[in-house]
């Protein structure tokens, strides 16, 4: 059973930073490559980032580029999102995706979910 938890969200002021983490389970994660999705209020669920399974490939969306930066650590399972210069936009639930596919500047949603951290930026 694939479990993807994730952590780190919270309040901040914009101009901020926060680190997302997503700890997984049950799944090859050395091999999978991972991303990261948002849902802001209203909105539908968009891509962020992604990772290939060596880091050797990133995608970003165009909205995050230069301000969040997706790593990984396959000795732990475990994904991060570092925020930065967080801005009011940014506000969502952001999900953790094992299975993410594409390239370039086209990102696709992989198999597995987890259950998402709230992420708010006062202005």
């Known amino acids: 059973q694939v479990q993807l938890v994730e952590s780190g969200g919270g309040l901040v002021q914009a101009g901020g930073s926060l680190r997302l983490s997503c700890v997984a389970s049950?799944?090859?994660?050395?091999?999978?490559?991972m991303g990261w999705f948002r849902r802001a209020p209203g909105k539908e669920r968009e891509f962020v980032a992604a990772?290939?399974?060596?880091?050797?490939?990133?995608g970003y969306a165009d909205s995050v580029k230069g301000r969040f930066t997706i790593s990984r650590d396959n000795a732990k399972n475990t994904v991060y999102l570092q925020m930065n210069s967080l801005k009011r936009e940014d506000t969502a639930v952001y999900y953790c995706?094992?299975?993410?596919?594409?390239?370039?500047?086209?990102?696709?949603?992989?198999?597995?979910w987890g259950q998402g951290t709230q992420v708010t930026v006062s202005s």
């Open positions: 995706n094992a299975g993410t596919y594409g390239g370039g500047r086209s990102w696709h949603q992989g198999d597995y």
């Open positions: 049950g799944l090859t994660f050395s091999s999978s490559t």
């Open positions: 990772i290939s399974w060596n880091e050797d490939i990133t």
